[in-house]
């Protein structure tokens, strides 16, 4: 079965009404990283928030919930909400690096039906592919560090 073929430099929403995910081909310079793919279309979210070396993060928590993964300046790789506090403050699964952050824009990702998690080496590429997996939802692609990594991503 022929596969399409979508280059990928950030979270992207592959496909938003499902499809088959037969896998990816991928190619990552000098750091590590991991990327996520999911069966689902919920919209990231993105807001401003303030936070300085702790797991407290405040901001606000609407649209937010436990285990959705956060992206953002100071935030350590494949951390995730570990809890909400209230409307204004979430407490994060590590602390927070790089010093006192103010109005500092993070992602959230939904977590829903997770497909897998893929830990690529610095300085590799490679291809994952026969995958052939059914997506009802949508198919998105998450990676914790797109400045070295690139990917294409195989889908029908």
Same mark, same amino acid.
Not at 24 to 43: L, P, R
Not at 83 to 88: E, G, N, P
């Given at each position: 079965?022929?596969?399409?073929?979508?280059?990928?430099?950030?979270?992207?929403q592959?496909?938003?009404?499902?499809?088959?995910f037969? /896998?990816?081909?991928?190619f990552?310079?000098?750091?590590?990283?991991?990327?996520?793919?999911?069966?689902?279309?919920?919209?990231d979210?993105?807001?401003?928030?303030?936070?300085?070396?702790?797991?407290?993060?405040? /901001?606000?928590?609407?649209?937010?919930?436990? /285990?959705?993964?956060?992206?953002?300046?100071?935030?350590?790789?494949?951390?995730?909400?570990?809890?909400?506090?209230?409307?204004?403050?979430?407490?994060?699964?590590?602390?927070?690096?790089?010093?006192a952050?103010? /109005?500092?824009?993070?992602?959230?990702?939904?977590?829903?039906?997770?497909?897998?998690?893929?830990?690529?080496?610095?300085?590799?590429?490679?291809?994952?592919?026969?995958?052939?997996?059914?997506?009802?939802?949508?198919?998105k692609?998450?990676?914790?560090?797109?400045?070295?990594?690139?990917?294409?991503?195989?889908?029908?």
């Amino acid at each position: 079965m022929p596969v399409n073929s979508t280059k990928i430099t950030a979270n992207t929403q592959v496909s938003s009404i499902g499809g088959t995910f037969d /896998g990816f081909i991928f190619f990552n310079g000098g750091t590590a990283s991991v990327v996520y793919v999911f069966d689902n279309n919920t919209a990231d979210v993105q807001a401003p928030f303030d936070y300085n070396n702790d797991p407290t993060i405040a /901001g606000p928590t609407a649209g937010l919930s436990a /285990g959705m993964l956060v992206f953002g300046d100071g935030i350590p790789e494949g951390a995730t909400i570990s809890s909400i506090t209230d409307a204004l403050n979430f407490e994060l699964s590590a602390s927070t690096t790089g010093g006192a952050k103010t /109005g500092s824009l993070l992602t959230f990702v939904a977590v829903d039906n997770p497909i897998g998690k893929f830990k690529i080496d610095a300085n590799t590429s490679d291809d994952i592919r026969g995958l052939e997996i059914i997506c009802r939802n949508g198919i998105k692609i998450v990676a914790n560090n797109f400045t070295s990594l690139e990917i294409f991503a195989l889908t029908n």
